[in-house]
């Protein structure tokens, strides 16, 4: 084999494939080929980084340099500085979004300085599509120490030992899901694995299966060999193309290697993977819906008990586990319990993946110790909000979730610390939102979706979303009433407490939240008829401060509907007939000289806007 | 692939000990080629081939290669700086595709550097 001097670690996953990946391989291929550089240097092609923002992205090795937002244009230039003549190409190497100074060093950069990788350990670092890979990086070791020194009680044992809990979202203990499955006494049992990801806006899941799809695969080995299962599936929604690809290739290579199928590494243990398709629909991310998918029915939850431990797929005990828990179990196994439990607090070990979404400037994948502020991923790792906005909120948990306001940043993530808040560390959705969101309306772009999704069987969560839905849209169109936010209340713990499974359970949950800390705005949308956000367009009046406008005609030509009027030296004015209320201006005007006042305002703005200047206030 | 022991997974690891060593900073040797215009126009480019060829015939994992540019004394490229792991850096000039091959021999291999090529060892200060 000839040296290779240096890797190319080019971004493939689902985000840099969409921004462009594919150009860039050829671009590079055909300038390192023109160079006469291609026997020395090499390109790999590796899963999801994390840094979906700036993609497409790829890390040079072994200077570590990481360069992003590369176009085919720019490739002849980076290969004639960086890798002919050596010189780390500026142009395109990350910029601290404050600063503008080109910084190099990936170890440097703070989206990935604050970040401790055991989910992602391979993130960037393999090619996902080679199990060589994957077994140079202490790939299948845990297996085989599982599968010839440990007795199921011994793998049980350390995964309680370790703490770690379910990262699907309801934080079970791991080791105790398997301790009950592994009880009871059948000759067929079921390994399975949740690949439904479902919230809108994460993608933890979908970038470790694409990244990474053989350490999922290790951890049901482990979990099979601990529960006495021999057949396995991972259920992974349709939708993920490239993760059902990279699933697939990655089983059949296992099993062509004997590290799946009869006799894994000639231990005499048998474990057979399949993958299953599922149509995404939110419920069936449900454990008892899944396994109905599963068998080829309509996706719909079953009352517990009993648990899918004792009668779950075909009626056979089963375990389910989550993705980004099935990719931590290898580790756990090869290190030890003491070892997981180094990092995290005393009831919640370990790191989690959280996507991080949003108003903020690194929007991307991200994984951290449990027990970090939630300010230190949204102002470290995530580089603060973007445009030099104001932080409103942060929402953990999709839909099942809520929002976390400014005075509570400081709170460590932990399972129970976030429950008190109101939210969920959930899968691991994490959508910052600036102070240009109206939380009415988050309320409701949630509530869309549960209602969207609510399979229909308990009429409280069919009919309760619904009622609610109806509810926010009239308070966001002006027709609030006196007494809708107590009825908004009543009904969401009406919900909660007479739905089967846990869309319904938790679907109120952005209401009841944003009530919780927001209630000042619902008060504003129904009694003053003002969205201070400027994002309901029935509440809402725009004026121009004219001791802070400069006459510049930014947001008279940015106008679509032609509504501002005004000329050099002259401040401009909009006239409010022709206003569409689309809020344009406001984004433009560079000196925050657009006001956002009630609908049909009369009077003094600034009287009005230093009155009601008040921020997040929690309810007593 | 032929199917796998427990053995094997530890024999597959090792063989790829060396493509990690480049992504994981577990190398104890660098070698830099200097790649500025003036090193290219010298014959750079043959000291790399040299270089590249040496290190697949050595078959060790834990040598790297890297360019960098114009070392500031173009009236003597081809230059190389030699980097072993816990030794000051030592810069050679004037080199050849012969020369190379020696140092890398003596110094990479042997560990001792060749004096007669050799133009300093340690670095510029810096403020």
């Keep these: ?620 | 692939m032929p199917r796998l022991t427990v053995a094997d997974l530890q024999k597959i690891k090792d063989k790829h000990k060396a493509e990690f060593a480049l992504r994981e900073g577990g190398y104890t040797v660098k070698i830099i080629v200097h790649m500025g215009t003036c090193g290219i126009a010298a014959g750079a480019r043959n000291i790399m081939t040299a270089v590249m060829d040496e290190i697949s015939k050595a078959n060790r994992s834990d040598i790297i290669v890297s360019t960098s540019g114009c070392a500031g004394l173009c009236a003597k490229e081809p230059l190389a700086t030699v980097e072993l792991a816990n030794q000051p850096p030592v810069r050679y000039s004037d080199l050849t595709d012969e020369k190379i091959r020696e140092i890398f021999r003596e110094h990479v291999i042997g560990g001792k550097p060749v004096e007669k090529y050799a133009l300093v060892s340690g670095c510029e200060s810096t403020y």
């Design chain 1, 1 to 620: 084999m000839e040296k290779v001097r240096s890797h190319l670690m080019l971004c493939s996953g689902t985000g840099c494939v969409a921004s462009g990946t594919a150009k860039i391989k050829t671009a590079l291929d055909e300038e390192l080929r023109k160079r006469g550089l291609s026997d020395e240097i090499k390109i790999v092609l590796t899963g999801c980084n994390g840094y979906c923002a700036e993609g497409p992205v790829m890390s040079v090795y072994p200077e570590e340099i990481f360069y992003q937002r590369l176009t085919v244009e720019e490739i002849p230039n980076l290969v004639e500085e960086h890798f002919l003549k050596g010189r780390p190409y500026q142009k395109l190497m990350f910029r601290e979004p404050e600063k503008k100074a080109a910084i190099p060093a990936m170890k440097e950069i703070p989206f990935f300085k604050h970040q401790v990788l055991r989910v992602l350990r391979n993130k960037g670092l393999i090619d996902p599509e080679k199990i060589e890979e994957y077994i140079a990086r202490d790939g299948y070791q845990a297996a085989a120490k599982a599968l010839t020194e440990m007795t199921p009680a011994d793998i049980i044992q350390t995964v309680k030992d370790s703490g770690l809990r379910g990262r699907g979202g309801a934080g079970f203990s791991t080791g105790l899901k398997w301790e009950f499955a592994s009880r009871v006494p059948s000759e067929v049992k079921y390994m399975l694995c949740n690949g439904d990801e479902g919230d809108p806006g994460a993608f933890m899941d979908r970038s470790v299966m694409e990244a990474d799809p053989h350490s999922v695969i290790e951890g049901m080995i482990i979990g099979a060999k601990a529960i006495g299962a021999h057949y396995g599936y991972i259920y992974v929604r349709a939708e993920y193309p490239l993760a059902v690809k990279r699933l697939r290739m990655a089983i059949d290579q296992a099993t062509e290697a004997g590290l799946l199928g009869k006799d894994i590494l000639g231990t005499g243990f048998d474990f057979e993977l399949d993958i299953y398709l599922g149509a995404g629909a939110f419920v069936c991310g449900e454990e008892t819906a899944l396994m109905r998918s599963l068998e080829g029915k309509r996706g719909m939850p079953r009352p517990r008990p009993p648990f899918p431990a004792v009668k779950g797929l075909w009626d056979k005990p089963s375990v389910l586990n989550n993705v980004e828990t099935l990719a931590q179990i290898a580790p756990v196994i090869l290190n030890g319990a003491e070892w997981y439990r180094s990092l995290g607090t005393e009831k919640s070990t370990g790191t989690k993946v959280f996507a991080l979404t949003g108003a903020v400037n690194n929007v991307g994948l991200v994984e951290v110790p449990m027990g970090i502020p939630l300010r230190t991923i949204i102002y470290d790792i995530g580089g603060g909000i973007r445009k030099g906005k104001k932080f409103k909120s942060v929402q953990l948990g999709g839909p099942s979730g809520g929002c976390i306001p400014e005075h509570l940043l400081d709170i460590p993530v932990t399972y129970e610390d976030i429950v008190a808040t109101g939210a969920i560390v959930g899968s691991g959705g994490m959508v910052v939102m600036d102070d240009n969101t109206c939380m009415v309306g988050t309320a409701k772009f949630f509530l869309e979706f549960t209602a969207d999704e609510s399979c229909g069987k308990c009429t409280p969560c069919r009919v309760g979303t619904k009622i609610l839905l109806d509810m926010l849209t009239d308070i966001s169109e002006g027709k609030g009433k006196e007494g809708d936010i107590e009825t908004l209340q009543d009904l969401s713990r009406d919900i909660i407490t007479t739905s089967l499974c846990g869309l319904g359970q938790t679907a109120p949950n952005p209401v009841l939240s944003t009530i919780r800390y927001f209630k000042n705005e619902y008060e504003e949308h129904i009694h003053q008829k003002w969205c201070r956000a400027g994002v309901c367009r029935n509440l809402v009046t725009f004026q121009i401060d004219e001791k802070l406008c400069k006459a510049c005609g930014a947001c008279l030509r940015a106008c679509p509907a032609k509504a501002i009027v005004g000329e050099k030296k002259v401040p401009h004015k909009i006239i409010q007939e022709l206003c569409v209320h689309c809020r344009t201006c406001y984004d433009t005007c560079k000196f925050k000289s657009i006001m956002i006042l009630p609908a049909g305002f009369e009077g003094d703005p600034q009287e009005f806007l230093e009155k009601n200047a008040v921020g997040a206030k929690e309810e007593k």
